[in-house]
């Protein structure tokens, strides 16, 4: 079965600045797509941004943006000029071929003003 | 707005009685997953539905079982209930089971078992 792997149980962030989340997953499938979720206070799961495995090219969406490395099976989520409402719980998930979606641990973003 | 509907949005109940979760998914989306989410944690899969039949199968307990009737809706049940079960459970749907769609969450069913 896949996993994901989230290693960073909180991370913090000065605003304006720029924040890095790892991500590693471990599969045997050649084909399946990558995921960071945001989940701020409300609950609300809201997708950030999406990688398909068979491109080399790293997702962008604005001021977010990912380093997918497929060898090392390692996906990791920038977020550039952090802002206040970028506080959250990140989500790293791997969806399979198969189609169900798997989620990582999380990571407690705060950013501090 | 996600176009997903959860009800109820919460539940308390007591342990050894059970509980029916319900999910619509968004208009046109065939394909349902359910979701467990316990304090501080992530989201543990349970089971995925595509057109009313199962297609995947995660960390369902025994206890617990789902179906997707012939409208698409979606219901969990949850029997036997113990304190561990309080949790937020979310349902989402997506369009197909094809890899390129994202999952469309509702807002969850918050659970409280006492």
């Known amino acids: 079965a896949q996993t994901v792997t989230q290693s960073q149980p909180e991370m913090s962030v000065q605003e304006a600045e720029t924040v890095t989340l790892s991500c590693t997953y471990d599969?045997?499938?050649?084909?399946?797509?990558l995921f960071w979720y945001k989940q701020p206070p409300s609950r609300q799961m809201i997708l950030v941004i999406r990688?398909?495995?068979?491109?080399?090219q790293n997702a962008t969406e604005n001021r977010f943006s990912v380093n997918f490395q497929k060898a090392a099976k390692s996906f990791s989520l920038k977020i550039s000029d952090s802002q206040l409402g970028d506080a959250a719980m990140y989500f790293c998930?791997?969806?399979?071929?198969?189609?169900?979606?798997?989620f990582g641990a999380g990571t407690r973003l705060t950013v501090k003003p | 707005d996600s176009g997903v509907t959860q009800t109820p949005k919460h539940l308390i109940t007591a342990t050894g009685q059970r509980v029916t979760l319900r999910c619509s998914p968004r208009?046109?989306?065939?394909?349902v997953y359910w979701y467990q989410q316990s304090l501080d944690q992530g989201l543990q899969f349970l089971i995925q539905?595509?057109?009313?039949?199962?297609?995947a199968k995660g960390n369902i307990l025994e206890r617990f079982s789902a179906q997707q009737f012939p409208d698409l809706h979606s219901e969990l049940n949850l029997s036997s209930l113990e304190l561990g079960d309080s949790a937020l459970y979310f349902c989402?749907?997506?369009?197909?089971?094809?890899?390129?769609?994202?999952?469309?969450f509702g807002e969850g069913s918050r659970l409280t078992v006492l």
């Open positions: 989402a749907s997506s369009a197909t089971t094809v890899l390129t769609g994202e999952l469309f």
């Open positions: 599969t045997s499938e050649s084909d399946y797509y």
């Open positions: 990688q398909e495995a068979y491109k080399q």
């Open positions: 998930a791997y969806r399979s071929a198969r189609g169900d979606m798997r």
């Open positions: 208009s046109g989306d065939l394909s």
């Open positions: 539905y595509y057109n009313g039949e199962e297609r």
